[in-house]
Every structure is written in structure tokens, then in C-alpha cells.
């Protein structure tokens, strides 16, 4: 757990950076190569705590997978007799996308993780199992560490979820599908589904793989069949590029972000219109989209609902702004690897800042900012927005930096060589 000084940085940033690829593209590409009829590779995955943690659990349950630094090779999973433990530590896509493919399996196959992993939602993955046919042995308390029982008669059909908590209570039930007999109609039912890109960027990888899926408001059809082996190379993470994008702000510079797409349903893509709303410019030059700034930030009102995973960086930019800013729509980042509301408000609050939450999200209020240790609650953003926020605030200090292997485990080391 190391305290990191962040670098401070007031000369305008004038930078290139190449972002390691995305998460959330990753552990799908790895769970479908798991369930597809025939070895696939994935070029430049990203390797971080998150992904490592996926291909062990599939490994577990019977995945073969050949690890070189930019392909990994995956052989389907078979699945074996005998009991398994699975760690899903924090990951989110670990402990929802996996139990469901358990349940295709024989034998059982018990979750936990991360003492804060026990605390986040898990009821939509739950009740999902349950109704694929499985049994889950979760001593009725709705969260990790919990038992999935696979049953042989299990055919698939129709799921109703309350998937408000998390968009991958959908996406874990759509990606085994197609893999039952009978398929699967998923409805959600509650209040409104976070995260929208990131159900589509499920539906996308299922269709390249043969998969038909018919996708209504709020419902899901997913048929019946065999996904097809694809090989593909991941696309630099867009979330992840959050600081640096934010770095070009900050600093009244400018930013070149390489290889990033120009169709994706990435939730990053978000930075097009979010750095515009700050007064940043965008404009793609080649492979890259350069984002730049040269005056001061001006206050946001944004609805992040469907792009929740940039509220810290977003956050950091407001706190930096010469106006106030409102965050709507991200009552479920309560859920997250931390309540990232909570946090992001006791620890820029900490550093003199005055952010207040509200039900839906966080109003910030721009302050003179000083030194401090800022906590980052085994939070990889958490840490992304400090960083973003020392480059302005002398003396701020990042503690354990080393959250950011969750993600980017080259984080410190690239946002280092960011600022030289
Ligand atoms: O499916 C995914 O890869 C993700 C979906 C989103 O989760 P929520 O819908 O729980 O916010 C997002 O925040 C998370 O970082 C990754
Ligand atoms: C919410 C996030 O992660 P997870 O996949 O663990 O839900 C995130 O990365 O911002």
C-alpha cells in the first residue's frame, strides 16, 4: 500500500499515449472464447488484476489458456466433476458474468472475493442463476460468498431481473444465452438499467460470434446455438484513457490519444461529448483523437447514467472548473468498487473542496484545493481522480497507488512519464 506523490504539472501537458486495452472488451472476449465451438485468440488483451482474475475462474471451470504478452490463446471450456473455488476479488465482470457459466457446468462451483466484493450487488446474478435452472447456496443473504449447484434439466426460457444495481446482471445472462437449449428472454424489470454501452458492447461481441439476439426496451431474446470462434484484438481502454484526456484540461494543453476507434461501444467514447462540455475541444487526427483546452474549465450539469465509470475523473474536472457542476443519474456507483459517491465527497472535501452528495449523484462546488492524502478505497478511479486532481494541487498524495492494477497496472509508471 504505497502513498504515491502525484506529479504536479502547471505548464500546459503537450502529450502522445497509447492506453492498454479495455477491460470490459477483455473479459467478454474471454467468457465467449470460453463457450465458443473452437480455439480463438485475443490479441493485446489487457492484462491487469481484473482479467487475470477472469482467466483463472474460466481456467477453473475448464477453459485451456495460453498466455504469450500480446495473444492469448483460448481452448473451450470443458467442464470437469469436480468442486471449484472461484476468486473473484473485486471484479465486478468476474463475480457476475461467471456464476452463470458455471451454471452450464456439473459440478459446483463456490464465489467470493474482496472483503468490499461481499458488499456489492448481487441479487440480479442471483436470482438470474436461479432461474436458469441452477441452485445457489447463498445463506439467504443475497451476496458473495455464495454455491452454485448446477441441475442437468436446466433448458433456459424466461428471466425477469431487477438489473437497476448493475447493467451485468443483463450482460452475464445474455453471454450463456445462447448456450441453452431452449435459449433466454431477459427482462428487466425496476427501475432504469445503468450503463446502456455496456449492454450493447455485449450484444455487439455476441452477434460477431453468430449469436442472434433481439434487443427491445428493456427485454432480450437470445436463441439458442453455438458461438463461433473469432479471433480479435482488443481496443485501448476509453475509460481508463479518462486522466490523460483529463490531463489535457487540466493543464490548458494538449492530449493525443492513439488508436482510438473510430465506431466502438465502449462507455469511454463519452469523453467526445463530456470534454465539449467542460469547454475542451476534440478533434481526430489519424489513428488518434486529440482532446485540448486553453481556458479555464467552465462547470458541468451532465447525466452520466449510462456512462457511470468516468464519474471520478469527471469529478476531478469539476472540482477544478471555474463553476459548479451537478452529477446526475449515478445512484448506482453507491455499488461499485467503493460508494464512489461517498468517497469522492469525504476525500476532495478533505483537501478544502465542497462537494455534496445528492440521491442521484454529486453537486461540486469549486474550492481552493491543498495538500492532503487522498484515500482510495481499493478504488482503481478513485486513484485516476487524484491523480488527475495533483496535477493542480501541490502535495497531494495518492494512497496505494497500487489499486490501479486492477485496470492499469502501468498507471503510476505511465502517468509519470505523462508529466516529465
Ligand atoms: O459490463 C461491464 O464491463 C461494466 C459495466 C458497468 O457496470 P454497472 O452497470 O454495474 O455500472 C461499468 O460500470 C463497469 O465498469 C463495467
Ligand atoms: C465499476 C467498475 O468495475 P467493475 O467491473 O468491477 O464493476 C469500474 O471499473 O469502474
Not at 466484493?117 to 442471483?126: D, K, N, S, V
Not at 497507488?401 to 509508471?413: G, L, M, N, V
Request: glycine share 8%; charged share 25%.
Amino acid at each position: 500500500m504505497t502513498d504515491w506523490p502525484a506529479p504536479v504539472r502547471s505548464r500546459p501537458l503537450e502529450a502522445d499515449v497509447t492506453i492498454p486495452g479495455s477491460k470490459s472488451l477483455t473479459n467478454r472476449v474471454l467468457v465467449l472464447a470460453a463457450l465458443g465451438e473452437d480455439e480463438s485468440r485475443v490479441e493485446r488483451p489487457l492484462v491487469s488484476r481484473d482479467t487475470d482474475l477472469m482467466a483463472a475462474a474460466l481456467e477453473s471451470l475448464g477453459a485451456q489458456i495460453e498466455r504469450q504478452a500480446q495473444q492469448w490463446t483460448i481452448r473451450p471450456i470443458e467442464f470437469g466433476d469436480a468442486p471449484v473455488e472461484i476468486d473473484c476479488g473485486l471484479a465486478g465482470t468476474v463475480m457476475r458474468f461467471v456464476p452463470p457459466v458455471a451454471a452450464l457446468g456439473h459440478a459446483p462451483v463456490t464465489f467470493d472475493g474482496d472483503p468490499r466484493a461481499r458488499e456489492r450487488p448481487m441479487t440480479g446474478t442471483i436470482a438470474g442463476v436461479r432461474a436458469l435452472g441452477a441452485e445457489v447456496d447463498d445463506h439467504d443473504r443475497a451476496s458473495l460468498p455464495f454455491t452454485v449447484r448446477p441441475q442437468p434439466d436446466a433448458r433456459g426460457g424466461e428471466i425477469a431481473i431487477d438489473a437497476s444495481a448493475s447493467s451485468q446482471f443483463v450482460s452475464a445472462l445474455l453471454l450463456v444465452g445462447a448456450r441453452f437449449p431452449d435459449g433466454l428472454r431477459i427482462r428487466h424489470i425496476g427501475d432504469a438499467l445503468p450503463s446502456q454501452p455496456h449492454i450493447e458492447m455485449t450484444i455487439t461481441q455476441l452477434r460477431e460470434r453468430g449469436v442472434r439476439v433481439d434487443a427491445e426496451t428493456s427485454s432480450w431474446t437470445v436463441h439458442p446455438g453455438l458461438i463461433a470462434a473469432r479471433d480479435v484484438t482488443i481496443e485501448p481502454d476509453l475509460s481508463n484513457a479518462g486522466p490523460f484526456v483529463a490531463a489535457a484540461l487540466v493543464t490548458g494543453g494538449r492530449v493525443r490519444v492513439h488508436q482510438w476507434p473510430e465506431d466502438t461501444d465502449q462507455a469511454g467514447d463519452a469523453w467526445r461529448w463530456i470534454v465539449p462540455a467542460f469547454g475542451g475541444s476534440v478533434h481526430r487526427d489519424d489513428d488518434a483523437l486529440v482532446f485540448s483546452s486553453d481556458t479555464a474549465l467552465t462547470g458541468v450539469d451532465l447525466d452520466l447514467h449510462d456512462v457511470g465509470e468516468l464519474t471520478p475523473v469527471v469529478a476531478a474536472l469539476a472540482a477544478l472548473a471555474d463553476g459548479p457542476s451537478t452529477l446526475r443519474g449515478i445512484a448506482h456507483l453507491r455499488g461499485h468498487e467503493t460508494d464512489r459517491l461517498a468517497a469522492l465527497a469525504t476525500e476532495i472535501n478533505a483537501l478544502g473542496g465542497e462537494v455534496t452528495e445528492t440521491a442521484d449523484g454529486l453537486r461540486i462546488v469549486p474550492r481552493p484545493l491543498h495538500a492532503g492524502v487522498f484515500g482510495t478505497y481499493h478504488d482503481h478511479r478513485m486513484a485516476h481522480a487524484a491523480a488527475v486532481l495533483g496535477l493542480a494541487v501541490p502535495g497531494l498524495v495518492v494512497a496505494d497507488i497500487e489499486t490501479t492494477a486492477k485496470t492499469y497496472p502501468d498507471f503510476p509508471a505511465d502517468w509519470t512519464e505523462l508529466c516529465r
